[in-house]
């Protein structure tokens, strides 16, 4: 029983970081993209549009606003795009 429940865990963790935030966005791996880091990938990011993908206004996109913003298709997808 306990079993299942562990690999179902990291099941989940392994689907969970297979859409976290990409290194290569994340470039000083903090786990957030900064506006400078959104814009290196996406040169196409302006201000306004990294405001739209920054949901909490706190000035960093973290995984949940990047996946948002990829959902949303704010950003292109950095894995089919790449
Ligand atoms: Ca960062
Ligand atoms: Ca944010």
């Known amino acids: 029983m306990s079993r299942v429940s562990i690999g179902a865990l990291l099941a989940m963790l392994m689907v969970t970081s297979a859409f976290a935030m990409p290194a290569e966005i994340d470039t000083d791996g ?9 814009q290196a990938f996406y040169p196409e990011v302006t201000e306004e549009l990294f405001g739209e993908i920054d949901l909490d206004d ?17 950003i292109p997808d950095p894995v089919t795009d790449a």
Not at 30 to 38: K, N, R
Not at 58 to 74: H, I, P, W
């Open 30 to 38: 903090d786990g957030m993209a900064s506006f400078a880091e959104i």
């Open 58 to 74: 706190d000035g960093y996109v973290n995984d949940e606003e990047f996946l948002e913003a990829v959902g949303e298709e704010l």
